[in-house]
């Protein structure tokens, strides 16, 4: 027992698991977050630069425009221009300089190597003017740019779907978590703490051994556990709080739709001479029939709808008795407890927060005998309703520890335990025989595989050689005598 509560220690100073998946998810938003807002911040920034276009297929037509103003046109040839040129018998005159390149398009340390360009010896102002008339005027094209996109919430819907989330989930998170640990703190403070239950029928509370010792063990954000120990006819009691997920978002919606509610559960461990021969189950009749079939000491031992004693007032009806014997029955559900907890009417008062009770000194688990209360856990207001079902646990514990069978239902119930001995050696041996059957044939078949590898000479000397083996096997034995 006490290395039970040596690992839930160790397991609580662990991290939690919620608390990483919370950090997970925050990591995960955040980025999300930085990847869409500097998305963004990218366009909004190529937008200012004007005069550049995505598509590059307006600068390739302007490229077009500026290359054919720069082109000059082919130099005209006529037959007068040739026979005024033979008629001139003077040097012939110079050719004008060419035409300066616009200055914005034109750089003559970047065109470096260029020849000048050659125009025709006769040039007239008639021809010129002509030649100007056919050139393409150069227009500056002006390069439209975009406008930046207006500033719209439909743009920026991811992150704020992802920011609503983040912030519902942190809120539900501490608030949730802070419920769930009132909810703790408020149960013990009611049965564990000074002058209480407990303290008045256990020696130690809590898993330390001073008086600043934690009443509660933390497992997780929906899992409290308190240990008590130090009372006679048993070795110790654990009971495990299992509330709801209050902390986890997606889990608390589910609860909308599937209902489950807070549960308490106090297994008390009795000493190996402190209880007799008992298999005894308590719940509601759906629930009986459920545990009937589920526990496996309940299928050997026990039988259901066990009929009342005669002449006794008994549970409820909505409840139903799962017992070895009628005999048992009878004298563990006594009339304290009937007019306590589990009469007609005391029942329709406190019945809403019973779940079951179990009692076998033939658990399945490390410990044999073993008690079992499973109650509702009330809300913090109205803890204190379930005073009566916490008291049950100090008086079975007393009641069953004093308990002896009859001598007539102790030989029932031995005839039964033995019955049940050998048919679970019997299932013990069945096991070891198909685990042998299946070690043979694991082996044949890795053998069959050896042979199948082989050669015909290797396996004809293995098949001589187990055809001697059988023989020697199969002949006479003979045996000598020495005089």
Known sequence: MAIRWKRGLATSLSPRVDDLLFLIALLSVLSILTHELSRHFVLASAADFEGFDPDGDDLDVDLDITAETVTPAPPATSLSGASSQESHHGPPSSPPPPPPPPSDLWDEDEFEGIPPTVHPLDHHPDSAASDDSTLPTSTPVELSSPLPPPFSLRSY?????????????????????????????????????????????????????????????????????????????????????????????????????????????????????????????????????????????????????????????????????????????????????????????????????????????????????????????????????????????????????????????????????????QEAYKELQNARQEALQKKKAEKKKLMEEVEAKLSAEALRKKEDKERARQLKKGGPRLKMLRR
Not at 227 to 255: F, P, V
Request: charge should be positive; charged fraction near 25%; glycine fraction near 6%.
């Open 157 to 421: 819907f991811l992150e704020i779907a992802c920011v609503t989330f983040l912030i519902c989930f942190a809120f539900n998170y501490f608030h949730g978590k802070r419920r769930n640990e009132g909810i703790a703190l408020a149960w013990v403070a009611k049965f564990a703490g000074k002058d209480s239950i407990f303290d008045k029928n256990f020696s130690l509370l809590g898993t330390g051994d001073g008086n600043d010792a934690p009443l509660l063990l933390k497992e997780g954000q929906d899992v409290f556990k308190f240990y008590s120990s130090g009372r006679r006819y048993c070795q110790g009691m654990l009971a495990t709080m299992e509330l709801l997920s209050r902390h986890d978002l997606i889990s608390r919606a589910l609860h909308l739709v599937f209902s489950k509610k807070d549960t308490i559960t106090f297994e008390v461990v009795m000493n190996e001479d402190a209880m007799d021969h008992v298999v005894l189950a308590l719940a509601r009749k759906k629930t009986a029939k459920m545990m009937h079939k589920e526990e496996r000491d309940l299928q050997r031992f026990a039988s259901p709808a066990v009929a009342p004693p005669a002449g006794r007032k008994w549970v409820a009806d909505e409840l139903m008795v799962v017992a070895e014997s009628k005999e048992v029955a009878g004298d563990l559900i006594t009339d304290v407890v009937l007019d306590q907890v589990f009469g007609d009417k005391a029942f329709e008062k406190f019945g809403k927060w019973f779940i079951s009770l179990h009692f076998s000194d033939q658990s399945p688990g490390s410990h044999k005998k073993i008690l079992m209360f499973k109650f509702v856990l009330p809300d913090v207001r109205n803890i204190s309703d379930m005073s009566r079902l916490v008291t049950l646990v100090p008086y079975y514990i007393d009641l069953i520890g004093r308990y002896k069978l009859s001598s007539h239902a102790r030989s029932k119930t031995e005839t039964a335990r033995a019955k049940a001995a």
